[in-house]
């Protein structure tokens, strides 16, 4: 488990002082992947950074099962980095060593005995889907293949945590997901930790179950990712949502619409279509469907549908009062 406690960053510049992150406290569960997210300058990095100290946080605590690492010796600490991994977006690969040797690299730093090093490399570039290049520079790599360099780096220790900084950023779509994919099977498979940071809710929604969004040193919003993307509370929340989970209705279509506008959200298994056709049965109310789709966030449905509902007044808040009794979440548009 990693815990923030109270986790303030203040930079010193030349006559003023930068607040970087400003008094968060958040928990983060063993085997969560769990993303970080806001706009640039948001404090995104200066947090992630405070995890293995690259950045020593002004106060606060930061604790990795129990211990504070603020509280180590430099000799402790460098003992309790070997179980933190972390990926960039511009790699930080050794150009002039092979594949191999950049793992070794890694290997060797934490004192691995030389009749290891070959089998361990093998291992991990098994592992990221590398066999192949162990003798190649990381120049002849595309950037696909020198972030999964990147990750079986981090791996090479065994660590309980992987840090993700943009480590996606830098990549085209494609190669993104299959580098999401990645980190979700290893998430999986070997119950790493993953904290990652990204400005793109498209990467939260494909593999984080939990987050939070950061605004001016501070986190404005946590949760699940689910519950998050159904019900997001804040504006800037919300505005981060509508980058990936958008319906804006046409002007041409809302001229016409005389009636209210509605968006229903149906959670997880609920039969959004059936509730909305009961609905329509019971109460003297006409609804036109201007838009209709299932999300799956996390491997969970998430009905979401825009309805001009047209009727009396009564009928329609009824017929809206039912539908959240069935387990819709409605919303005047
Ligand atoms: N080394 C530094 N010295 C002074 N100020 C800094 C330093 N690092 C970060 N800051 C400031 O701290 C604030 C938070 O920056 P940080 O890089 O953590 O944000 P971020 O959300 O990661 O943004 P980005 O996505 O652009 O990296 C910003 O105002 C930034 O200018």
Redesign the pocket.
């Known amino acids: 488990m990693l815990e923030f406690q109270n986790i303030t960053?203040i930079?010193?510049?030349k006559k003023k002082q930068?607040?970087?992150?400003d008094n968060v406290s958040l928990t983060i569960n063993k085997g969560d992947i769990f993303g970080i997210v806001?706009?640039?300058?948001?404090?995104?990095?200066?947090?992630?950074?405070c995890v293995n100290l690259l950045?020593r946080p002004t106060s606060g605590k930061v604790l990795v099962d129990g211990v504070d690492l603020t509280q180590l010796s430099s000799s402790e600490l460098r003992i309790a980095r070997l179980k933190i991994g972390m990926i960039f977006q511009h790699f930080y690969l050794i150009s002039q060593k092979t594949v191999g040797e950049n793992i070794a690299f890694a290997l060797r730093a934490a004192k691995t005995p030389k009749n290891r090093i070959e089998q361990r490399v093998n291992e991990l570039l098994e592992m990221v889907g590398l066999t192949d290049k162990r003798d190649v520079y990381p120049g002849q790599l595309s950037g696909g293949q020198k972030q999964r360099v990147g990750i079986a780096r981090a791996l090479a220790n065994n660590p309980s945590i992987l840090l993700c900084d943009?480590a996606t950023s830098a990549l085209d779509p494609k190669t993104t997901l299959s580098i999401l994919r990645l980190l979700k099977e290893i998430n999986e498979k070997l119950g790493i930790t993953i904290v990652l940071?990204t400005?793109e809710m498209d990467v939260v929604k494909e593999i984080c179950n939990r987050m939070a969004i950061?605004q001016d040193?501070r986190v404005v919003e946590t949760g699940e990712v689910y519950d998050i993307f159904a019900e997001p509370k804040e504006p800037l929340t919300q505005e981060f949502i509508k980058s990936v989970v958008s319906f804006d209705i046409p002007n041409e279509i809302l001229k016409d619409v005389k009636g209210q506008i509605i968006k229903i959200l149906f959670k997880g298994e609920v039969a959004g279509e059936g509730v909305i056709s009961d609905t329509m049965q019971r109460f003297n109310v006409k609804g036109n469907f201007l838009h209709g789709t299932i999300e799956y966030i996390q491997e969970r449905p998430l009905g979401i549908f825009i309805m001009e509902l047209q009727g009396e007044i009564a009928a329609v808040n009824e017929a809206k009062h039912y539908m959240e009794q069935r387990g819709a979440i409605v919303e005047v548009v």
Request: proline share 0%.
């Open positions: 960053k930079y010193e510049s930068i607040v970087g992150v806001g706009y640039s300058g948001a404090g995104k990095s200066s947090l992630l950074r950045e943009e940071i400005h950061m040193g």
